[in-house]
């Protein structure tokens, strides 16, 4: 497993009428996670379709246990657990920086590896060798 903490405030414009953070703005966070994750892992989405590989998501899910308010700071826990031929797994905890026992969202995320012309492809070696040396050295 390799895991990445991504910190960020919820902004004014993330919340809706009742004062907590609208649903859709979970999955904006997954995607600033998932990409700041990938520059831990030494790359970037532009290099990869630089390429020819792509990385749609194919499938996603989003839990809400609790919701967050203006300003409040969180982390979101990003993991990857589960790496198949042609397909990644992203997983994400969202927890308030003031509580970091509480859970506020659980989110996952499925990308599919495939070329610019759609056709899927195995997950890029240049990937995989960068995932298994943090998962290494996350496990220590």
Same mark, same amino acid.
């Not at 809400?64 to 300003?71: E, I, L, S, T, V």
């Not at 042609?86 to 920086?97: A, E, G, P």
């Given at each position: 497993?390799?895991?990445?903490?991504?910190?960020?405030?919820?902004?004014?414009?993330?919340?809706?009428?009742?004062?907590?953070?609208?649903?859709?703005?979970?999955? $904006?966070?997954? $995607?600033?996670? @998932?990409?700041?994750?990938?520059?831990?892992?030494?790359?970037?989405?532009?290099?990869?379709?630089?390429?020819?590989?792509?990385?749609?998501?194919?499938?996603? $899910?989003?839990?809400?246990?609790?919701?967050?308010?203006?300003?409040?700071?969180?982390?979101?826990?990003?993991?990857?657990?589960?790496?198949? =031929?042609?397909?990644?797994?992203?997983?994400?905890?969202?927890? =308030?920086?003031?509580?970091?026992?509480?859970?506020?969202?659980?989110?996952?995320?499925?990308?599919?590896?495939?070329?610019? =012309?759609?056709?899927?492809?195995?997950?890029?070696?240049?990937?995989? @060798?960068?995932?298994?040396?943090?998962?290494?050295? =996350?496990?220590?």
């Amino acid at each position: 497993m390799f895991s990445f903490n991504y910190r960020f405030k919820v902004r004014y414009k993330d919340i809706d009428q009742m004062g907590v953070m609208y649903y859709s703005r979970y999955y $904006e966070y997954y $995607e600033a996670a @998932r990409t700041d994750m990938m520059r831990d892992l030494g790359l970037t989405y532009k290099e990869l379709e630089q390429q020819g590989i792509m990385m749609p998501v194919v499938h996603s $899910e989003s839990d809400y246990m609790a919701g967050p308010g203006f300003d409040d700071h969180l982390t979101c826990i990003t993991e990857v657990k589960e790496i198949l =031929n042609n397909k990644m797994v992203i997983f994400y905890t969202l927890v =308030n920086d003031n509580e970091p026992t509480r859970i506020i969202n659980r989110g996952k995320t499925v990308h599919a590896f495939v070329k610019m =012309n759609g056709k899927p492809t195995r997950i890029p070696e240049i990937l995989r @060798r960068a995932l298994e040396g943090k998962w290494s050295t =996350n496990n220590e």
